[in-house]
T-cell receptor, first 114, second 112 residues
Framework: AQSVTQPDIHITVSEGASLELRCNYSYGATPYLFWYVQSPGQGLQLLLK??????LVQGIKGFEAEFKRSQSSFNLRKPSVHWSDAAEYFCAVGGKTGFQKLVFGTGTRLLVSP | SQTIHQWPATLVQPVGSPLSLECTVE??????LYWYRQAAGRGLQLLFYSVGIGQISSEVPQNLSASRPQDRQFILSSKKLLLSDSGFYLC???????????FGSGTRLTVV
């Protein structure tokens, strides 16, 4: 069965520092991988997605993620965090075949300190 | 362009009362539609999905039901709410064959 693990519930980063949010997935075939961001009380916005090809994908707001098949990981990174990046981040996995259901991780809440 | 609307944004309901949350998508036809629930510390749980009018699939047994009376309308209902139904409910859609969802802004349901 598909599953996603986001091991960090909370992360605090200083403004201007780099960020890495971890995501590990379990999926029996080639996965489709996504990162979403959620501001308080809001819906989720797609940051980036990986389907195939280059394992380093660029997204909106200066985020990028790297797919590492050997480690079953899809970590999200940003070189310099801004205060407006404080939000909750969700990793999700789906499959190429069948219906396009996504399975989400439990999320990582990012706090940005001045 | 396509947009997704959810309402109401917040709702406080007593235990045992009925529920109806509505989601509509504009600017597309025959979308896949989804209802997710987000409980604190538990991520997003898929409740229902639909690939067409009248076609509803349930992911988990629960006190809720879903209906799709029109192509771009998806309704989440309950006849009698439980305290455990409290949470943040999100509607999402995607085009057939296109991966990745677009989410609505959500409904915060508090059952008291």
């Amino acid at each position: 069965a598909q599953s996603v693990t986001q091991p960090d519930i909370h992360i605090t980063v200083s403004e201007g520092a780099s960020l890495e949010l971890r995501c590990n997935y379990s999926y029996g075939a080639t996965p489709y991988l996504f990162w979403y961001v959620q501001s308080p009380g809001q819906g989720l916005q797609l940051l980036l997605k990986y389907f195939s090809g280059d394992t380093l994908v660029q997204g909106i707001k200066g985020f990028e993620a790297e797919f590492k098949r050997s480690q079953s990981s899809f970590n999200l990174r940003k070189p310099s965090v801004h205060w407006s990046d404080a939000a909750e981040y969700f990793c999700a996995v789906g499959g190429k075949t069948g219906f396009q259901k996504l399975v989400f991780g439990t999320g990582t809440r990012l706090l940005v300190s001045p | 362009s396509q947009t997704i609307h959810q309402w109401p944004a917040t709702l406080v309901q007593p235990v045992g009362s009925p529920l109806s949350l509505e989601c509509t998508v504009e600017g597309t036809s025959n979308p896949n539609l989804y209802w997710y629930r987000q409980a604190a510390g538990r991520g997003l749980q898929l409740l229902f999905y639909s690939v067409g009018i009248g076609q509803i699939s349930s992911e988990v047994p629960q006190n809720l039901s879903a209906s799709r009376p029109q192509d771009r309308q998806f309704i989440l209902s309950s006849k009698k709410l439980l305290l455990s139904d409290s949470g943040f409910y999100l509607c999402a859609w995607n085009r057939q064959g296109v991966y990745g969802y677009t989410f609505g802004s959500g409904t915060r349901l508090t059952v008291v």
